[in-house]
């Protein structure tokens, strides 16, 4: 079982930015990829960014240019750099590891950015 614990969600006003923290319990594996989803009230759960265990790292169309994924391996984390934040990146924000066909889950950080 591995464990995710993020970190630094909060208030911030529109324009503003935040850092995303998440820590694994393990070091990341080989084929491992770790990213960040979210979930707005009344909305399914979507991908925001992703980078696998050798770097490659996409976004999606709504982070393009504005969110930066950081990778630390000897940390066993992996952060989300949020600039240039809008009220519609208001949701809570889940840390992922997918690992050997599974998928890892953090417990979520809540992001609310006002108009």
């Known amino acids: 079982q591995v464990q995710l614990v993020e970190s630094g969600g909060g208030l911030v006003q529109a324009g503003g930015s935040l850092r995303l923290s998440c820590v694994a319990s393990?070091?990341?594996?080989?084929?491992?990829?770790m990213g960040w989803f979210r979930q707005a009230p009344g909305k399914e759960r979507e991908l925001v960014a992703t980078?696998?265990?050798?770097?490659?790292?996409y976004y999606a169309d709504s982070a393009k240019g504005r969110f930066a994924i950081l990778r630390d391996a000897s940390k066993n984390t992996v952060s989300l750099q949020m600039n240039s934040l809008k009220p519609e990146d208001t949701a809570v924000y889940y840390c992922n590891l997918g690992s050997s066909g599974r998928n890892y889950w953090g417990q979520g950080t809540q992001v609310t950015v006002s108009s």
């Open positions: 393990r070091r990341t594996f080989t084929y491992d990829t």
């Open positions: 980078i696998t265990w050798n770097g490659y790292i």
